[in-house]
């Protein structure tokens, strides 16, 4: 699986937008970019998918870079139920590879 | 349907001792995975089940480790002679189909604690 980049940790102001990077440089044509977030005590939980347009849902929206060497996961409006640790995975769409495969994640801080 | 349930939540368990966890996927998801989380870690695969076939084991699923699927549904984990390394989460997931456009869902975990 293509190696995806975070960063470790990030704060943000509730009710603020959030902007969530992911580098992953060495994408190919068939990965779909995944993002998946953990809140605290539980299982990690699906956010959002795209392949190369820009996707949104009622959770948040996926901006991928023309090159789609980089996205960025957007929650429009934070709360504080937004705590948790984010995840960008790649999955490459071949039905032969079901498994996803977690790096370390952002970490996301929401200020009062 | 309340999604993917897992138990116990939590086990404390003996160095030496087996121990075996189950988990109850959503309804009619014939894919079935599961995971191992140690702490500051994100989620490692383990293995995978297509109804009550296991198409893949990760090299982390040592030969202490056995799953299950019988009859497609729910699912058991067993670890034999526990060492204090497989103190972990150890996360089920589900999913309706195979390939990347579907998400897992993913239940609450059994912690495990090797004493």
């Known amino acids: 699986d293509a190696k995806t980049t975070q960063p470790n940790s990030m704060e943000s102001n509730e009710e603020e937008p959030v902007h969530l990077p992911c580098n992953h440089s060495?994408?190919?044509?068939?990965?779909?970019i995944h993002w998946y977030r953990q809140l605290p005590s539980q299982g990690p939980e699906y956010v959002i998918h795209?392949?190369?347009s820009n996707v949104n849902n009622r959770m948040a929206s996926l901006a991928i870079a023309e090159d789609r060497k980089s996205s960025t996961l957007i929650l429009h409006r934070a709360t504080l139920r937004d705590a948790a640790v984010y995840y960008c995975?790649?999955?490459?769409?071949?039905?032969?590879?079901?498994?996803?495969?977690f790096g370390t994640g952002t970490r996301l801080t929401i200020i009062p | 349907d309340t999604g993917v349930s897992q138990n116990p939540r939590h086990k404390i368990t003996k160095r030496g001792q087996n121990v075996t966890f189950r988990c109850d996927p959503i309804?009619?998801?014939?894919?079935l995975y599961w995971y191992r989380q140690t702490l500051g870690q994100g989620p490692e695969f383990l293995t995978y089940?297509?109804?009550?076939?296991?198409?893949?084991k990760s090299r982390l699923l040592s030969d202490r480790f056995s799953a299950e699927r019988p009859k497609g549904s729910f699912s058991t984990l067993e670890i034999q002679r526990t060492e204090q390394g497989d103190s972990a989460m150890y996360l089920c997931?589900?999913?309706?189909?195979?390939?990347?456009?579907?998400?897992?869902?993913f239940g609450p975990g059994t912690r495990l604690t090797v004493t």
């Open positions: 995975i790649l999955r490459d769409f071949d039905f032969g590879n079901e498994k996803l495969t």
């Open positions: 089940f297509q109804n009550e076939a296991q198409l893949e």
């Open positions: 060495t994408i190919s044509g068939t990965d779909y």
């Open positions: 795209g392949l190369t």
């Open positions: 309804s009619e998801h014939n894919r």
């Open positions: 997931a589900s999913s309706p189909i195979r390939g990347a456009t579907y998400e897992q869902y």
